[in-house]
T-cell receptor
Framework: EAEVAQSPRYKITEKSQAVAFWCDPI?????LYWYRQILGQGPELLVQ????????DSQLPKDRFSAERLKGVDSTLKIQPAELGDSAMYLC?????????????FGPGTRLLVL | QKEVEQNSGPLSVPEGAIASLNCTYS??????FFWYRQYSGKSPELIMS????GDKEDGRFTAQLNKASQYVSLLIRDSQPSDSATYLC???????FGAGTILRVKS
């Protein structure tokens, strides 16, 4: 069964350092999402891509976060510089098409700890 | 007011009982909803989607939607210890999740 892949699974970094997360969606899935989930809260959408284009990045803290999906397949989310409050689980999801009824499939997530 | 509200719990039920999880939403225009299950340290996995008023059943799970009252619920029949997890309600059209309800099923 096809799955969304993410790496690394765990990352520990010091504040002010740069970190990057990678996501490979299910083959053929045009829509890719990055979420941040702080412990005890639900996932919060950071950015949504349709192919290589950003559809929604209204919740992305653009002063320190960036995301790209250059070839419309895999994607990278970067934080520079990392802050203590960035400690969270970063989830990537993909769906076949963009639409209000389309099912998202989540990857295993990257757990980030900023010291 | 948050767009999606869930009681954080924990909700404790004995094995074999019915667990009832509730979610309210503020946007009357919301049309479609999802319920996800999330085990500790894992990513969310989709349980059910519901778009129409009324009930939708899938195995031991029943989702209920009442658009007039703006709430969605998930019933789990014959609860098992393996159902112990956090259950997330989500507005699909806005990609907004609730904070989740922790369910504990005691054997």
């Amino acid at each position: 069964e096809a799955e969304v892949a993410q790496s690394p699974r765990y990352k520990i970094t010091e504040k002010s350092q740069a970190v990057a997360f990678w996501c490979d969606p299910i083959s053929g899935h045009a829509t890719l999402y990055w979420y941040r989930q702080i412990l005890g809260q639900g996932p919060e959408l950071l950015v949504q891509f349709q192919d290589e284009s950003v559809v929604d990045d209204s919740q992305l803290p653009k002063d320190r976060f960036s995301a790209e999906r250059l070839k419309g397949v895999d994607s990278t989310l970067k934080i520079q510089p990392a802050e203590l409050g960035d400690s969270a689980m970063y989830l990537c999801a993909s769906s076949l098409v963009q639409g209000s009824g389309e099912t998202q499939y989540f990857g295993p997530g990257t757990r980030l700890l900023v010291l | 007011q948050k767009e999606v509200e869930q009681n954080s719990g924990p909700l404790s039920v004995p094995e074999g009982a019915i667990a009832s999880l509730n979610c309210t939403y503020s946007d009357r225009g919301s049309q479609s909803f999802f319920w996800y299950r999330q085990y500790s340290g894992k990513s969310p996995e989709l349980i059910m989607s519901i778009y129409s008023n009324g009930d939708k059943e899938d195995g031991r799970f029943t989702a209920q939607l009442n658009k007039a009252s703006q709430y969605v619920s998930l019933l789990i029949r014959d609860s098992q210890p393996s159902d112990s997890a956090t259950y997330l309600c989500a507005l699909r059209n806005k990609l907004v999740f609730g904070a989740g309800t922790i369910l504990r099923v005691k054997s």
